[in-house]
């Protein structure tokens, strides 16, 4: 963080001389060509239709990309040019145009350093290069995960028993996206070489490179604190300790567990469970049983999902050295996983009991949690990777129904009072709500 | 690497490590904080990649002589007559990756161990190297304004 800001203000000095030539020449063939390395048919075509702008074909060899390189000047107005190819070698040049730049490994003089070819991958220089950095900071906060999150929460806020208030719903949202997006950032940091080993985590921008670990730290940061004090001051210090926990819990007890005990589904499954605890507390400022149920019912869930996730990563598990329950408990992991969808059944039939919802949830949400319920017990006596994977699909459309569901069958506020069992202080606005 | 360039390159991923080489810039005028630091990452790397080819290596090789064995238990051969390699399903090497994993638990506790107190110092040498840059350029700054 600290560089690349650095790098911003910065003036005439040679150091940063390429970056401001970089900035000049760049354009939006950058971003993409950044941002889909690896996708090389996203690669070809970009470069397709780029070969007319910087037409030098190239007949030679892999290596000859580094002989182009050595003819660049630091001084000279493109210095990065993207590597033209023949069609022949498209396939086969990921080249120079993915750069990323370490934060601490700028000078200003070249070196000659020796150059070592791969047989079927290129070297990148690690340059940061600041069209990439959006995309790569998404990837580190695993912002379709924060997406997910913040939704959690947001059903949390939903569900509370007060009024719809805009601003703090956008400020309780906002928050835990932030705490989110650091807790993840700080999971990765940890992870690096463990990352690089399994299959579904090798291309994680610590892993490649793209960023450096402090830029990642410095990320982390600046988005967890402002988010917490987001929280805190923007909403409530409940909300905000809430926050400030789950990271802690994430980062420095689930990360750490994966590597040391079995029980590490255990703390992540509360990890998961927090964010709607949140967006209740958030909306109502007190934990009540409601929250608590909320919790409740995405901790159950977690089971399911995570347990079937896991059937089908053994391999890479038991080689990256993590402890889970479907390498070493096999028979646990599947029992467990169908204990907490039955339990899904349970919560559901608690909720009107708890004036969250109306009777009608408990019937309307059977079928579901019935269907993923059956998905589990196949899982537990098949114990085979298409029962795991199932169990998995099942569990990312189970989840946002029945939110969805308890939504709809939330005890409206105006039935609330007609009891006479507002939460307290409540009075006031439920007689707005009244009001044309 | 090309002769001219100024930073650190990253490789395609080591067939046997995973880990991808780096292959670190030595600035002319390196500061001694900068070359604590530049061989804290090298030694962080030789350290990452003699483990994890050694441990890779270990589990592909642990995990041939169990399938033959296992093979071999039930009257198969690795090569059967159809000239497809019988192998083992998912559930067969379950047995297989649990032992790995129990066995070489103590190893990656070390490892881990090891891991985080180097991860740690290098970014905070990455911390240092980065503000004392910051503040060579400010003074660099306000000399020239």
């Known amino acids: 963080g600290l560089f690349v800001w650095h790098l911003k203000s910065a003036g005439a000095r040679q150091v940063l001389c390429p970056f401001l030539h970089l900035c000049r020449a760049g354009s939006e063939r950058w971003v993409t060509f950044q941002y889909f390395n690896f996708l090389k048919r996203m690669y070809v075509t970009q470069h397709n239709k780029d070969l007319s702008q910087r037409a030098k074909p190239k007949s030679d060899s892999v290596a000859s990309p580094f002989r182009e390189l050595q003819r660049l000047d630091q001084e000279k107005k493109v210095i990065y040019k993207i590597r033209p190819i023949s069609p022949a070698h498209q396939p086969l040049s990921e080249t120079s145009s993915g750069e990323v730049k370490l ?30 950095l959006p995309g790569i900071l998404a990837r580190l906060s695993k912002i379709k995960l924060t997406a997910l999150v913040v939704s959690t929460a947001s059903a949390g806020f939903a569900m509370a028993p007060i009024p719809f208030d805009l601003t703090c719903f956008l400020l309780a949202s906002l928050g835990t996206g932030l705490a989110s997006c650091a807790a993840n950032s700080i999971n990765q940091f940890f992870e690096v070489p463990f990352d690089s080993n399994m299959n579904r985590t090798k291309n994680r921008p610590l892993v490649r490179g793209q960023i450096s670990p402090l830029l990642a730290v410095c990320f982390a940061a600046s988005c967890g604190v402002p988010g917490i004090a987001l929280l805190t001051l923007g909403v409530n210090p409940l909300t905000g300790a809430l926050g400030a926990f789950n990271i802690f819990l994430y980062t420095c007890c689930y990360t750490p567990m994966k590597r040391m005990s079995i029980a590490n589904t255990w703390v992540g499954a509360v990890v998961g469970a927090i964010p709607p605890v949140m967006g209740w507390t958030a909306a109502t400022g007190t934990l009540d049983a409601g929250a608590l149920l909320l919790g409740g019912i995405l901790y159950s869930w977690q089971f399911p999902h995570f347990n079937a996730l896991s059937w089908g990563l053994r391999e890479d598990y038991s080689r990256g050295g993590y402890c889970m329950m479907s390498v070493t408990h096999p028979g646990l992991c599947r029992r467990v996983a169908l204990r907490h969808c039955l339990a899904l059944i349970g919560l559901s039939a608690v909720a009107p009991v708890l004036d969250v919802t109306t009777w009608t949830f408990p019937v309307v949400s059977l079928p579901l949690n019935l269907y993923i319920s059956y998905l589990a017990f196949r899982f537990y006596r098949d114990a085979d990777r298409s029962s795991s994977r199932r169990l998995f699909f099942c569990s990312l459309w189970h989840l946002p129904m029945l939110l969805l569901v308890m939504f709809t069958c939330k005890k409206s506020l105006l039935e609330k009072e007609d009891k006479g069992d507002l939460p307290g202080g409540d009075q006031g606005r439920a007689m707005e709500m009244r009001l044309p | 690497p090309p002769a001219h360039s100024c930073n650190d390159w990253i490789g395609p991923p080591d067939k ?57 238990a039930k009257g198969l051969d690795r090569g059967a007559e159809t000239g497809q390699k019988a192998t083992l399903n998912a559930e067969e090497m379950a047995d297989f990756y649990k032992e790995f994993l129990s066995k070489n638990f103590r190893k990656h506790m070390q490892y881990n161990r090891d891991w985080y107190k180097r991860n740690f110092t290098i970014t905070f040498l990455m911390g240092q190297v980065a503000l004392a840059r910051a503040l060579r350029w400010l003074r660099w700054k306000k000399k020239n304004v």
């Open chain 1, 103 to 132: 934060a601490a490994e700028t000078d200003s003089s070249a070196t000659p350093v020796r150059a070592e070819p791969k047989d079927d991958r290129q070297w990148k220089e690690m340059k940061l290069r600041l069209e990439d």
């Open chain 2, 16 to 72: 046997h490590s995973n880990l991808r080489p780096v292959i670190f810039y030595v600035p002319p005028k390196e500061s001694p904080l900068e070359r604590r630091l530049r061989e804290a990452r090298q030694e962080a790397q030789a350290c990452d990649q003699r483990f994890w080819a050694r441990h890779n290596r270990a589990f592909c090789k642990e995990k041939e002589e169990f399938i033959y064995s296992r093979l071999k």
